[in-house]
T-cell receptor, first 111, second 110 residues
């Protein structure tokens, strides 16, 4: 069990650029979640995959955000035309049934 | 959506003290988890406890689903317990996805 891996750990980008984050879940976990966390707040749900199917998306996930999980393994979260309000910690979690395991997150700073 | 309220928002303890953190939620749930976020930002799952009582070392948790609350007990606190404790609940309105509260920030002084 190597845990949930996220890459990169930190990303600084200029406003208007596109960014992509990767999440590698625990191998036997079929469920994968993306959350976003800003300072002083709890994580906010973005989207959820069961295997390769994206089953739920939050209203927070604007058209500039897209997520994929090809073949039900790793997942990517892309943000197009980044805005300063996108600056946050992006967290990935996986589970098999009950109880999440979170990765260390990707901290995005949009300048 | 479901509302999750955690109290107290902030807590400062001396090492060795005991504490109780509370999570109230606004609807019936079938999924409740407690997490600890350490000062480096890593979220650690402490308990999956949609109902009943569980214990793990100095930590224990109780969920009374019918009354829509859960409690996290920390006994003999240590400086390494510092961080933010989150409650996440789900299962309301047909969605399994947990909603997080705003957390309780705990500082344990030596």
């Amino acid at each position: 069990d190597t845990g949930v891996s996220q890459d990169p750990r930190h990303k600084i980008t200029k406003r208007g650029q596109n960014v992509t984050f990767r999440c590698d879940p625990i191998s036997e976990h079929n469920r994968l979640y993306w959350y976003r966390q800003t300072l002083g707040q709890g994580p906010e749900f973005l989207t959820y995959f069961q295997n390769e199917a994206q089953l739920e998306k939050s209203r927070l996930l604007s058209d500039r955000f897209s997520a994929e999980r090809p073949k039900g393994s790793f997942s990517t979260l892309e943000i197009q035309r980044t805005e300063q309000g996108d600056s946050a910690m992006y967290l990935c979690a996986s589970s098999r049934q009950a109880g999440y395991t979170f990765g260390s997150g990707t901290r995005l700073t949009v300048v | 959506g479901i509302q999750v309220e955690q109290s107290p928002p902030d807590l400062i303890l001396q090492e060795g003290a005991n504490s109780t953190l509370r999570c109230n939620f606004s609807d019936s749930v079938n999924n409740l988890q407690w997490f600890h976020q350490n000062p480096w930002g890593q979220l650690i799952n402490l308990f999956y406890i949609p109902s009943g009582t569980k214990q793990n070392g100095r930590l224990s948790a109780t969920t009374v689903a019918t009354e829509r609350y859960s409690l996290l007990y920390i006994s003999s606190s240590q400086t390494t317990d510092s961080g933010v404790y989150f409650c996440a609940v789900g299962g309301s309105g047909g969605s399994y996805i947990p909603t997080f509260g705003r957390g309780t920030s705990l500082i344990v002084h030596p």
